[in-house]
């Protein structure tokens, strides 16, 4: 029943690609679905958007914003208020959700929500390498909330007195609701785990505004209209552009909404994965739309590029939709929900002491006004306008005399550096993701230091390790913890399993024991008789001659010359070289026995590795992931480097 009711999420999240699930409950001991229940879920909407609004307003989303929506009862899952977002491209818009989110049962603590996407748990797969061996996929099902703005994540059976209260394989959304309600301390996530979410959302709210950027574009005053009064409309603009298809093309040849010679230069806010997408398309406007564009050494020409790419995707949008629409705006604005959502704006200091019918007052207030139509009103809802709408809808009611007067007072364009990545960043990117950040300038000292004995000892741990079918665990650094062992307790438990009396074996296993005795130790061969003792010294002598024939046919070949061979003291005193010892070997044994030199394991180990990490010339490689993952970082190759 769990497998079939995961199966049904996965398949609700799968028809929508790169989307974020949110879901807010009310914690209380009745969970039942009423009308009295609505109203208090609708009510903490409006709190909740009013008291963010200041952040949320002026946030320029990839493809849908972050809303609330009141979500009736449905199998097990109680009635809650909740949303989807389609972040597309900007993994950013994801993780400031999450931010949101955490802030939010944060701000009330009587709500505990729930984040995941199309990869699951998406929250639990941040923090990977902290988890506890017990959480997989399978079993992390109802047991992750957020709450009091901390990751909480339900363990089985954690709480003794409320075990009748979790099955033995994955809790109900109500039994968990019901358990973060009355022990909700006991939950908190590991430390750890935390710190993985807290550093991926580090820097919000302020870090919206270092990921946006601004760009000079040379425009249609119509679209400079449409971008003043909501530039939230640029991501549908660009994405529309940068999804183009030959039918959308079609609707370009000939502009008929925004035409070339009213183009004017303005300053546009992108966000910088929006931004990115426009500037990296190659498109050569039809001859037809008018849209000519200056030869490349042109100063502006970036901005001519950059407004011919908009307002192509502008016509578009415009191109989907009918010239005549009901006044979605007014009917939105009718709705007793905005007089309450206006209020609570005004309770939580959103238009920051402007008197009101200022022109920052007004242009404020038109931005909210927007916000509550995208956010607040229900997608559903017949009167919530396509972006096209909303373009046409702005240009009706503006006058566009007032437009492009300012061209010549824009504010400076941000930097492009960001859009180059150098290798020196990209080496830092990588350690801050894996949280080994380094200083940049390591001295020469501390990588002459550097003991390649590390590698060896790291190896063999890796290889002392026993695996299971779930594949091996690889040691995070050479130098591991004392393992305890108490033989009492694990005889005691073969004990158990086998059976402590010889009498429980049976006639094939006495058998099969007799026959692999000249294994035994060295203690247990002095207890052997005669007899026995001859017959493991003749096995013994059979093992050895097949091992000299094997040697000797080895001999002949150029194997042994792939391997690096100890050094060996002929004389006392006096140490001769693998090379020296062979010639003396062939000197007294015969020329079959100079390869006979026993092989120097470890340093032939840490050869085979440096020589793989040098063949891949700095890329990803098995013998830098099998390192890596065991905590060996190995320093820069000097040797080949060119000067």
Not at 130 to 149: A, E, Q, T
Not at 234 to 251: G, T
Not at 283 to 309: C, E, I, N, Q, T
Request: glycine share 4%; charged share 25%; net charge negative.
């Amino acid at each position: 029943m769990v497998l079939i009711k995961r199966m049904e999420r996965e398949l609700c999240l799968a028809t929508v690609e790169d989307a974020v699930r949110y879901q807010l409950f009310l914690l209380t001991h009745k969970q039942e679905a009423s009308e009295h229940h609505q109203e208090i879920l609708q009510s903490y909407i409006e709190k909740i958007l009013a008291q963010f609004a200041p952040i949320l307003v002026s946030y320029i989303w990839q493809n849908q914003p972050f809303n609330l929506k009141y979500k009736p009862a449905k199998g097990d899952i109680p009635a809650h208020i909740g949303g989807l977002t389609k972040f597309g491209d900007n993994i950013e818009d994801e993780w400031f959700i999450v931010y949101l989110i955490k802030e939010i049962t944060k701000e009330f603590p009587e709500l505990a929500a729930r984040v995941d996407d199309n990869d699951g748990e998406f929250l639990l797969i941040e923090a990977a390498d902290y988890l506890p061996k017990w959480l997989n996929p399978d079993s992390s099902i109802n047991r992750v909330f957020m709450h009091c703005g901390e990751l909480c994540i339900i363990p089985p059976l954690n709480v003794p007195e409320k075990e009748t209260l979790l099955p033995v394989t994955s809790p109900t959304v109500l039994q968990a609701l019901k358990l973060l309600s009355t022990h909700s301390g006991d939950f908190v996530a590991a430390k750890s785990i935390r710190a993985a979410i807290d550093k991926r959302i580090r820097g919000y709210p302020e870090k919206t505004q270092a990921c946006l950027h601004r760009a000079h574009c040379y425009l249609p005053i119509g679209i400079a209209a449409v971008l003043k009064q909501n530039p939230g409309l640029v991501s549908a603009a660009v994405q529309a552009f940068y999804l183009r298809d030959p039918i959308d093309l079609k609707a370009c040849r000939i502009f008929k909404t925004f035409l070339p010679e009213t183009r004017t230069m303005i300053s546009v806010t992108f966000t910088k994965c929006l931004y990115a997408q426009l500037v990296q398309q190659s498109f050569v406007p039809d001859k037809r739309s008018g849209y000519s564009l200056p030869p490349p050494s042109h100063p502006d020409y970036k901005a001519y590029d950059l407004g011919m790419k908009l307002a192509h995707g502008f016509e578009i949008l415009c191109s989907k939709c009918s010239s005549t629409f009901p006044d979605s705006r007014k009917s939105a604005l009718n709705d007793p929900l905005w007089d309450n959502f206006l209020s609570s704006l005004k309770k939580n200091d959103y238009f920051k002491g402007e008197l009101e019918g200022s022109s920052q007052y007004l242009h404020k207030l038109l931005m909210a006004e927007n916000y509550f139509q995208q956010t607040v009103i229900n997608p559903q809802c017949s009167v919530v306008r396509s972006p096209g709408e909303e373009i046409l809808s702005i240009l009706k009611a503006t006058n566009l005399d007032d437009f492009g007067k300012d061209a010549c007072s824009l504010p400076p364009e941000d930097d492009e550096d960001w859009l180059e990545i150098t290798p020196d960043g990209l080496e830092k990117i990588l350690k801050e993701a894996k949280g080994t950040s380094e200083s940049a300038s390591t001295s020469k000292e501390e990588e002459q230091s550097y003991d390649l004995s590390e590698v060896t000892q790291s190896m063999k741990a890796f290889m002392s390790k026993v695996s299971t079918h779930e594949g091996a665990e690889i040691p995070w650094t050479s130098s591991e913890a004392h393992v305890t062992f108490d033989v009492d307790s694990f005889t005691n438990a073969l004990d158990r399993i086998l059976g402590s009396s010889s009498e429980e074996l049976d006639s094939d296993d006495l058998e099969e024991e007799e026959e692999f005795e000249f294994l035994d130790s060295d203690e247990a061969f002095e207890l052997k008789t005669d007899n026995q003792e001859e017959t493991q010294d003749e096995a013994v002598g059979s093992l050895k001659s097949y091992m000299d024939e094997m040697d000797n046919e080895l001999a002949s070949t150029n194997i042994g010359k792939s391997f690096t061979t100890q050094q060996r003291t002929v004389d006392s005193g006096n140490m001769y070289s693998s090379q020296d010892t062979d010639s003396n070997l062939k000197d007294d044994f015969g020329a079959e026995a100079a390869d006979l030199t026993p092989v120097d394991i470890d340093l032939n180990l840490v050869s085979n590795l440096l020589q793989s990490y040098n063949a891949q010339v700095g890329l990803a490689g098995p013998a830098s992931n099998i390192l890596q993952s065991m905590g060996v970082r190995l320093p820069e190759n000097t040797d080949h480097k060119p000067h």
